[in-house]
């Protein structure tokens, strides 16, 4: 009963995190509700299976994987170019399936020429904190907007769901810290629970859409045959790299909270790019999006105290049945999106901590100030700059620029080995 129980709070950790990205997906690219329904069904399937095979044959951490903000984001901007570049949205699809493709062969380039391995030592605490703070400050808009009930832009607040939300926070902040160990253990489901049932009390709980089916299996190459575009193929390339910065940063923040409990540190690097490339060709097979490990896993573990491997494997297991049951799919994907936003804050909140964790492991802290200072008024700036700013920018270009915390995290690398090689070549001629 305690494994089926871990394993439930991952599934609804899992699901509440990655339900957001396929919808707002497939309603950019003006999708049915049945292939909305479907392109939901091949997302959370790949990502069971994507975190399955990580937890097996990759890291071998309790990582679970989500859209990648980075895929979403291509995705965002190849939707404007149907009608322009492309001749409809179905013809924009096939070659986003065909970069993802590319994407993850060259993963498995990465990983064989040990290439991934030597990226690794670009990670330093500094690095890992910025990426962190990043990431809180990058997310922390869409969840106070989530819980002001706000959608879209130019949205209005909704202080009913304002004063749910808040009432969901105060009881998962209030279980993560209680006295009880097992309430403390299981404080997301339970907080997911009791935050459904108050947005149900208030009359704001989801609409339930009820499938006529029980069972059904994904498909592959819904779009039709993938088209290896050019300028998509370009764009794979600078993405997968990037990927990598991401999978890299969860990696080593996982290890530094597994570490504290006495798990041993290894190098799981090239393993873990050889599963991201099986992982990038599954959403391509699949036509549904690329994905990437979630930072987040370590505030989620650190929150619930579940530091075991096989809970989180029978987790990735259960996701990837339950997305064969469209039934049970529509009753997840009926999650008042603001009850999942106020439960992942109270997650996030303990990923400051892990941030700050790693700013005290630095001890030249004037060079850590200098590179984050300029990591992080570039990476925040950034994140102000409005998405249309970048209509006329290559889409390479337009995915960096457009996205703080690669941005921020880049800078911060290239300043930091800057001043690194600096330092060594005065050292070199006294």
């Known amino acids: ?224 045959t993938p088209v290896f575009d050019t300028g998509v193929v370009i764009t794979s390339v600078f993405i997968t790299f990037l990927l990598t910065t991401n999978m890299i940063a969860s990696i080593r923040v996982m290890e530094e909270v597994m570490k504290s409990q006495g798990h041993p540190v290894y190098e799981r690097y090239s393993k873990s790019g050889f599963a991201s490339g099986i992982n990038q060709l599954l959403g391509g097979v699949f036509s549904a999006i690329g994905s990437v490990p979630i930072s987040g896993a370590a505030g989620f573990v650190t929150a619930t105290r579940m530091y075991r491997l096989l809970p989180f494997i029978v987790g990735c297991a259960i996701i990837i049945v339950i997305s064969l049951v469209p039934k049970v799919m529509n009753v997840f994907a009926s999650l008042p999106a603001p009850v999942g936003y106020a439960v992942t804050t109270v997650i996030f909140i303990k990923m400051v901590g892990l941030a700050l964790g790693e700013y005290q492991k630095e001890t030249n802290l004037e060079r850590t100030h200098f590179v984050a200072g300029i990591s992080l008024i570039i990476g925040v700036g950034a994140m102000f700059v409005p998405p249309e700013a970048f209509k006329d920018v290559p889409v390479v270009a337009a995915s960096i620029l457009n996205n703080g915390l690669i941005l921020g995290t880049v800078t911060g690398i290239l300043v930091e080995q800057s001043i690194k090689l600096k330092k060594d070549k005065s050292m070199e001629s006294e």
């Open 1 to 224: 009963m305690h494994l089926f129980l871990s394993a439930l709070q991952w599934v609804a950790f899992m699901v509440a995190g990655s339900i957001a990205a396929p919808i707002a997906i497939a309603d950019l690219f003006q999708l049915s509700p049945i292939e909305t329904a479907g392109f939901i069904q091949r997302t959370i399937f790949v990502l069971g299976a994507a975190g399955l095979i990580q937890a097996l044959f990759g890291h071998k951490l309790p990582i679970n994987e989500g859209p990648a903000g980075l895929w979403w984001g291509v995705f965002a901007i190849y939707a404007g170019f149907s009608g322009t570049l492309y001749s409809s949205h179905k013809s924009v699809l096939t070659v986003l399936q065909g970069g993802m493709i590319v994407s993850g062969i060259i993963f498995f380039i990465l990983a064989a020429t040990g290439l991934l391995r030597k990226l690794t030592s670009l990670f330093t605490p500094t690095i890992t904190f910025i990426y962190l703070m990043l990431l809180i400050l990058q997310l922390s808009g869409s969840f106070v907007k989530g819980m002001f009930g706000i959608s879209g832009e130019g949205g209005a607040m909704q202080p009913f769901v304002l004063i749910g939300s808040v009432l969901t926070i105060l009881v998962a902040l209030y279980l993560s810290s209680h006295k009880i160990k097992w309430m403390q253990q299981y404080s997301i489901i339970l907080a997911l629970l009791a935050g459904w049932l108050i947005f149900a009390v208030m009359g704001l709980g989801g609409q339930v859409n009820v499938s006529s089916t029980w069972f059904a299996l994904p498909e592959i190459f819904v779009f039709g």
